[in-house]
């Protein structure tokens, strides 16, 4: 079984689950590139609660975990089913922490509104990891770490986040502007940092400056990157499929590992 890639994506406005642009579009192009796997993980920044927890229901629900949007982003279901023999596996692999296997937790919007582009069908079994906010960086680190092996079972690791997430400054509703000086910095060192094989200084974010401080205001929507990181395996290629900023402040960069 060949080993299957593990990709952070940048899944930005929940809009985009409705809308065909360069971004949905390339997801759809990741879906049809990728070996198809058998189950998914996901680790979405909208499930960041204390505790680390997986979804383990055969059939779990889609979650409109958002406010003001139109009733059509409402009516998107995903109804991928879920695969608690992968939870229990995942379970075992993160002995000794303590995992909870949640049965009434759904797939929240950071995981159907990017995979209903990748994999339109949902017919790949979805399980999704919470982020624990009682912990550092890497604590997350190394989760991922452990995770690593699941690519070599035909587990396709997906994170989904945003490198640059600051909604304090995004362009609500208004034209588009220009990223940020200080967006584009932080995305640029971070891909450099990246590319070199560096993750100590993306683990210990806070010390990259004040743009990691404007690019990361709240951890949630970077963590996942870090799970992503940690699964990579020797020397194995690490590239941008998918790259832009919308709003001025939040990147929509993904980052695929193999």
Do not use: C
């Amino acid at each position: 079984m060949a080993t299957l890639p593990a990709i952070f994506f940048g899944h930005g406005n929940p809009m985009n689950a409705l809308a065909s642009n360069g971004y949905t579009q390339a997801w759809q192009r990741i879906g049809e590139q990728t070996p198809r796997p058998g189950a998914i993980l996901s680790i979405s920044a909208h499930w960041f609660v204390p505790g680390t927890g997986f979804t383990i229901s055969t059939a779990p629900k889609t979650i409109h975990d958002f406010g003001g949007f139109p009733p059509e982003l409402y009516q998107v279901q995903y109804p991928a089913p879920g695969d608690p023999a992968l939870a229990r596996r995942i379970q075992k692999l993160l002995a000794p922490l303590d995992v909870t296997l949640d049965n009434s937790r759904g797939l929240d919007h950071g995981t159907w509104s990017v995979l209903r582009h990748v994999y339109p069908a949902a017919d790949i079994p979805v399980v999704q990891l919470s982020i624990d906010e009682t912990r550092p960086a890497s604590f997350h680190f190394e989760v991922g770490k452990k995770l690593a092996p699941l690519r070599d079972e035909g587990v396709l690791i997906a994170g989904s986040g945003n490198i640059v997430h600051n909604l304090h400054t995004y362009a609500w509703g208004r034209h588009p502007r220009d990223p940020y000086d200080w967006a584009v910095r932080f995305e640029k060192s971070a891909k450099d940092i990246m590319l070199a094989g560096e993750y100590k200084p993306l683990i210990n974010y806070e010390m990259l400056g004040q743009d990691a401080a404007l690019s990361i205001p709240t951890p949630d929507h970077y963590l996942p990157l870090l799970y992503v990181l940690a699964a990579r395996q020797g020397n194995e290629s690490i590239r941008f499929p998918v790259e832009g900023v919308d709003g001025g402040s939040i990147s929509m960069l993904a980052v695929q590992i193999g």
